[in-house]
């Protein structure tokens, strides 16, 4: 076979480097299966999930068929029975949200996090809700894309790429717009509760890429939906990631094999935790720290990953304004929005208390998350035992707040650097910020040693982070409006 082309026009080919396959140039993107391993995830071999798993089969089974919107025990609730004090706390939050008692109805519920998972391209959670759709059989028109739902429901896109993508740029005249539209307005409360299903569903699509789970086989394929996505990368390349390679081996950490990498963890958090008790940094010094911190994530990232992965026809029926992306919340060489003080306005402080005053005991759900999966501990590292990781959960989660520019006044956020290699920052920053592009290569690069759930941890720590930063911004604007 051979392709002629005029010699005037530009060639819409080129040849993947590895393969020598010809694939479609950037400009028309090549449809590329996402690669997948049999069992719940593509990351964690489907043995150690059964064996590592500390929920016995009943008991999972029962709270999945209470809890889980599928029913049953699907791979989410699989990878995430790894943890089964925070599973139980997850669906306990997510049943609450989507099933009982609130302001919006059953399937505005559902159709709100199509959209959420939407910006992210999920179709593992797209289809999930397809499918509560299918089995409520209410308004199945609007399974046909966005222009055939009411008007009211659309005005949640400008929110819900903001708080998918760039939540520090949500204001108090997002809220007032739409609480403030005549015929299509919306009140506070049910404002409240479209915005947590939002920020929880944009959250969970960074845990279901994060931990690459596979989607559910549909031998009948009843809804349409296919996890397929659009890229300039050959299949071989993705599923080998050579084009992350300049990317991931810049680590200094890559050059030590995984048992050195993990003793010196070990010495690394020993160290900081005797500097701690020796000498306190001072007020000037830990928010240039925290300026540092923020302005170095700048050059953390997926840099070879520049292609566009547009939705697939499938999921961007569900989405308006899909080149809308992340953008880095300190960016070089332009006017910065402020820094978001946690001081001023807090989830503990604030914000727990009015959406638990607008959406009754949601608050309280979402506290008992939140925390659990912060406190979360086994007291181990690999094969260390006795091991003290609170702070290396805390420098986890407030590097996430840290890349959407939320800083805490009594953290050190030299601790970060000192803990997170950055083969983990490039990880968190793709799994919180990009989740659609993250790669097995990427799961694999860090933390060699560790169990794969300890990691899982580490994706329910990201998911949690990025779920309370948006929740932040949301609220707070929400609380200027009211105020």
């Known amino acids: 076979m051979s392709f002629s082309a005029d010699s005037t026009s530009p060639n819409p080919f080129h040849m993947c480097n590895i393969c020598q396959k010809v694939i479609r140039k950037k400009d028309k993107g090549v449809r590329v299966p996402r690669p997948f391993s049999s069992g719940p995830s593509a990351f964690i071999p489907k043995e150690e999930i059964v064996e590592a798993s500390q929920v016995d089969p009943l008991t999972e089974q029962l709270l999945a068929e209470a809890y889980s919107p599928s029913g049953h025990v699907d791979h989410l609730t699989q990878v995430m029975g790894l943890h089964p004090h925070y599973l139980e706390s997850f669906l306990h939050s997510q049943f609450y949200l989507l099933r009982m008692d609130g302001p919006l109805p059953l399937h505005c519920r559902h159709f709100i996090a199509i959209m959420a998972a939407a910006r992210h391209q999920c179709s593992f959670l797209v289809s999930l809700h397809v499918r509560e759709f299918y089995r409520m059989g209410v308004c199945l028109d609007w399974l046909k894309g966005l222009q055939y739902v009411p008007q009211r429901l659309r005005n949640l896109n400008e929110i819900n790429k903001l708080l998918a993508h ?43 890429f994060g931990s690459g789970i596979n989607p559910q086989v549909d031998t009948q394929n009843t809804n349409g939906f296919q996890a397929v996505y659009i890229s300039n990368y050959c299949t071989c390349d993705l599923a080998s990631d050579h084009h992350l390679d300049r990317d991931l081996s810049s680590s200094s950490h890559e050059t030590t094999d995984s048992v050195s990498e993990l003793e010196a963890l070990m010495d690394r958090m020993k160290r900081l935790q005797e500097e701690r008790e020796e000498d306190e940094a001072s007020q000037e ?16 990232g997926s840099g070879d990953l520049e292609d566009e992965v547009m939705p697939t026809s499938k999921v961007s029926q569900f989405v308006e304004d899909a080149t809308f992306g992340y953008q880095d919340f300190a960016r070089r060489g332009e006017d910065n929005p402020p820094t978001f003080r946690a001081q001023d306005y807090s989830w503990e402080d604030h914000g727990f208390s009015l959406v638990n005053r607008l959406y009754s005991d949601i608050g309280l759900l979402l506290d008992d998350k939140f925390r659990t999966a912060c406190d979360l501990t086994y007291y181990n590292m690999a094969s260390h035992e006795d091991v003290d990781t609170t702070m290396l959960r805390r420098a986890l989660f407030n590097y996430v707040h840290c890349m959407y520019g939320i800083r805490y006044d009594d953290y050190d956020y030299g601790e970060v650097n000192q803990l997170l290699e950055r083969s983990l920052k490039v990880y968190i920053k793709t799994v919180t910020c990009y989740p659609e592009r993250t790669t097995r290569r990427m799961y694999d690069s860090y933390w060699r040693q560790f169990r794969h759930s300890e990691k899982v941890h580490v ?25």
């Open 166 to 208: 760039r939540p520090w740029l949500i204001t108090k005249e997002h809220i007032q717009n739409l609480v403030k539209t005549g015929e299509h307005s919306w009140s506070l409360a049910e404002l409240v509760h479209a915005v947590v299903i939002l920020a929880h569903f944009h959250a969970l699509a960074s845990f279901v």
């Open 285 to 300: 010094e830990m928010a240039t720290r925290f300026e540092k911190e923020k302005k170095e994530s700048l050059l953390v």
């Open 459 to 483: 994706n329910l720590l990201l998911m949690e982070a990025r779920m309370q930063a948006e929740l932040l911004y949301a609220l707070r604007a929400i609380t200027r409006y009211m105020t």
